[in-house]
T-cell receptor, first 108, second 116 residues
Framework: EDQVTQSPEALRLQEGESSSLNCSYTVSGLRGLFWYRQDPGKGPEFLFTLYSAGEEKEKERLKATLTKKESFLHITAPKPEDSATYLCAASSGQNFVFGPGTRLSVLP | DAGVIQSPRHEVTEMGQEVTLRCKPISGHDYLFWYRQTMMRGLELLIYFNNNVPIDDSGMPEDRFSAKMPNASFSTLKIQPSEPRDSAVYFC??????????????FGSGTRLTVV
């Protein structure tokens, strides 16, 4: 059975304090690893897709990396507006299996 | 494009009543997904359609849940009869796949359902 776990469950950072979020997956025949951001009261917003181990993608202060068993979302010098829940999802086909998310709070 | 449009945004209903949630996907997208999100279970796939045809409904919890997609621009998720444990946020998402899942799907803003 495909599974996705994320850690930590919650993370509090001071503005400018860099850190990483972890996503571990067990998917037979991974076709894509996705990162989403979700703000309270809104639907998940797409950030990145990663397809193969060693791949990296960047967007502003965020960088996503992928290994054969994990993905990391690195946040460099975060700002309060980066506060949100970050979800990862793994796909072996057209369906996505979502992790439980990491709730990130960035304090000014 | 207005994105994926869901209605209503909030729904409060009494146990036993029928509830219908609606979704208008992004024009041109050929995949449509219904998800349910709760604090306990996170985001769970209920059902998805390809070209208006249901492909996988294994996530639909019970026979009380049904979904339809009569055309490419409209889908409904119906719960009859509703129960308090159905309280959750229901999301619709759509996407267009060529040969690979080459980008993430677009989610709507969700319908927050409360069954009392």
């Amino acid at each position: 059975e495909d599974q996705v776990t994320q850690s930590p469950e919650a993370l509090r950072l001071q503005e400018g304090e860099s850190s990483s979020l972890n996503c571990s997956y067990t998917v037979s025949g991974l076709r894509g690893l996705f990162w989403y951001r979700q703000d309270p009261g809104k639907g998940p917003e797409f950030l990145f897709t990663l397809y193969s181990a060693g791949e990296e993608k960047e967007k502003e202060r965020l960088k996503a990396t992928l290994t054969k068993k994990e993905s990391f979302l690195h946040i460099t010098a975060p700002k309060p507006e980066d506060s949100a829940t970050y979800l990862c999802a793994a796909s072996s086909g057209q369906n996505f299996v979502f992790g439980p998310g990491t709730r990130l709070s960035v304090l000014p | 494009d207005a994105g994926v449009i869901q209605s209503p945004r909030h729904e409060v209903t009494e146990m036993g009543q029928e509830v219908t949630l609606r979704c208008k996907p992004i024009s041109g997208h050929d995949y449509l997904f219904w998800y349910r999100q709760t604090m306990m279970r996170g985001l769970e796939l209920l059902i998805y359609f390809n070209n208006n045809v249901p492909i996988d409904d294994s996530g639909m919890p019970e026979d009380r849940f049904s979904a339809k997609m009569p055309n490419a621009s409209f889908s409904t998720l119906k719960i009859q009869p509703s129960e308090p444990r159905d309280s959750a946020v229901y999301f619709c998402a759509s996407g267009h796949i060529l040969q690979e899942p080459n980008y993430g799907y677009t989610f709507g803003s969700g319908t927050r359902l409360t069954v009392v």
